[in-house]
């Protein structure tokens, strides 16, 4: 079935430095790809998101990239800061538009 | 803009009661909403889709009669966990999506009901 891998589970980076995040998805169909930043007993936070058809998009110190070819999106955190310290799941569309979800990356910044 | 709201956030109830969790979006009009469960430490678990005035479509496990999903109006959506037993402890979220359908729009999420079965 359709599924999206994540990768690391967790990591752990020094403030300042740089976060990357990656995953793959399987169902070569899927054309949105949204990343959410989720802080403990809240909802998911949208944070950034990409469509098929544009390979990079970039707010501020947050980047996402889009290999369509190799299936795998990733993003990027640039200088980070203490307040970043979150769960970031990544997620793609299905066949039937649903978002089939990452497992989660358990970001920490270490001061 | 795109703000989704949920209540309550918090809910405690005895075993065999029913609880009922609204989600409103504040700000546009949903044609579809989701509603999601998360497990600690786990990634979201989609339970329904529900589109405005029509049934809502349940994921393969998830037991209709025992998560009921009305979806009103553009702005609100409830669901109401009947005959709650511990096993239900957990949290859910909900979420809406703006757009005609067809395709994927973003999704808003709402801030959570933590569900507490004694």
């Known amino acids: 079935g359709e599924n999206v891998e994540q990768h690391p589970s967790t990591l752990s980076v020094q403030e300042g430095d740089s976060a990357v995040i990656k995953c793959t998805y399987s169902?070569?169909?899927?054309?949105?790809f949204p990343w959410y930043k989720q802080e403990l007993g809240k909802g998911p936070q949208l944070i950034i998101d990409?469509?098929?058809n544009v390979g990079e998009k970039k707010d501020q110190r947050i980047a996402v990239t889009l290999n369509k070819t190799a299936k795998h999106f990733s993003l990027h955190i640039t200088e980070t800061q203490p307040e970043d310290s979150a769960v970031y799941f990544c997620a793609a569309t299905s066949r039937n538009y649903q978002l089939i979800w990452g497992a989660g990356t358990k970001l920490i910044i270490k001061p | 803009g795109a703000v989704v709201s949920q209540h309550p956030s918090r809910v405690i109830c005895k075993s065999g009661t029913s609880v009922k969790i609204e989600c409103r979006s504040l700000?546009?009009?949903?044609?579809?909403m989701f509603w999601y469960r998360q497990f600690p430490k786990k990634s979201l678990m989609l339970m329904a889709t529900?589109?405005?005035?029509?049934?809502?479509?349940?994921e393969q496990g998830v037991e209709k009669d025992k998560f009921l999903i009305n979806h009103a109006s553009l702005t609100l959506s409830t669901l109401t966990v009947t005959s709650a037993h511990p096993e239900d402890s957990s949290f859910y979220i909900c979420?809406?999506?703006?757009?005609?359908?067809?395709?994927?729009?973003?999704?808003?999420f709402g801030p959570g009901t933590r569900l507490t079965v004694l």
């Open positions: 529900s589109n405005e005035g029509s049934k809502a479509t349940y």
């Open positions: 169902d070569s169909a899927s054309n949105y």
């Open positions: 990409i469509r098929s």
């Open positions: 700000d546009f009009q949903a044609t579809t």
């Open positions: 979420s809406a999506e703006a757009g005609e359908g067809g395709s994927t729009d973003t999704q808003y």
